[in-house]
């Protein structure tokens, strides 16, 4: 089956710094990179998803890069604030397979 | 619309027990899934079902079972509860299109099996 990494852990960021969370796929069939954030007590959140015949999708100061050759994908956050503290989960699935492989997650904490 | 409802919050089971995590959607959607989070561990799937009467096994389903006899509805039965299955449960659901489309997710059930 499909087996995600996620880097870091953990990321500690100086409010309005740039975080970016990488993560690798196993599965070269695989064509879906959704992300999911998750605040605390809370269930995870899409918040932005990439398809495989796109190299890049961005939504307001979120972007999302995907390099099928070397089977990654990241996260990009610009001008970071409190407000995205949480833990961020990539995730990734097949044709045709409404599973998702989930990362482990990174906790982001944003400095004020 | 309320989207997807999980009860209860948090429970404490010996082992041994038995309990169902209940989970209900009032978006139509065809798709349902029950995943547990551990920490450092991600978000694992343990059944999920494309429809009414439809159920299959995920990553991790033993020790957990499923039915699904209506669109809304969605238990997720834990028989002679181990240590093991302390975790929070995370019920989602989408709606299918022919290709991936957004997981909605409840909030989670804590539990705790001492």
């Known amino acids: 089956g499909e087996n995600v990494e996620q880097h870091p852990s953990t990321l500690s960021v100086q409010e309005g710094d740039s975080a970016v969370i990488k993560c690798t796929y196993s599965?070269?069939?695989?064509?879906?990179f959704p992300w999911y954030k998750q605040e605390l007590g809370k269930g995870p959140q899409l918040i932005i998803d990439?398809?495989?015949?796109?190299g890049e999708k961005k939504d307001q100061r979120i972007a999302v890069t995907l390099n099928k050759t070397a089977k990654h994908f990241s996260l990009h956050i610009t001008e970071t604030q409190p407000e995205d503290s949480a833990v961020y989960f990539c995730?990734?699935?097949?044709?045709?397979?409404?599973?998702?492989?989930f990362g482990a997650g990174t906790t982001v904490t944003v400095r004020a | 619309n309320a989207g997807v409802t999980q009860t209860p919050k948090f429970r404490i089971l010996k082992i041994g027990q038995s309990m169902t995590l209940q989970c209900t959607q009032d978006?139509?959607?065809?798709?349902m899934y029950w995943y547990r989070q551990d920490p450092g561990m991600g978000l694992k799937l343990i059944y999920y079902?494309?429809?009414?009467?439809?159920?299959d096994k995920g990553e991790v389903p033993n020790g957990y079972n499923v039915s699904r006899s209506t669109t809304e509805d969605f238990p997720l039965r834990l028989e002679l509860a181990a240590p093991s299955q302390t975790s929070v449960y995370f019920c989602?659901?989408?709606?299918?299109?022919?290709?991936?489309?957004?997981?909605?997710f409840g909030s989670g059930t804590q539990l705790s099996v001492l």
């Open positions: 989602a659901s989408s709606f299918s299109t022919g290709q991936n489309e957004k997981l909605f």
């Open positions: 599965d070269s069939a695989s064509n879906y």
């Open positions: 990439i398809r495989s015949n796109v």
């Open positions: 995730a990734a699935s097949s044709p045709g397979d409404y599973k998702l492989s």
């Open positions: 978006m139509n959607h065809n798709y």
């Open positions: 079902s494309v429809g009414a009467g439809i159920t």
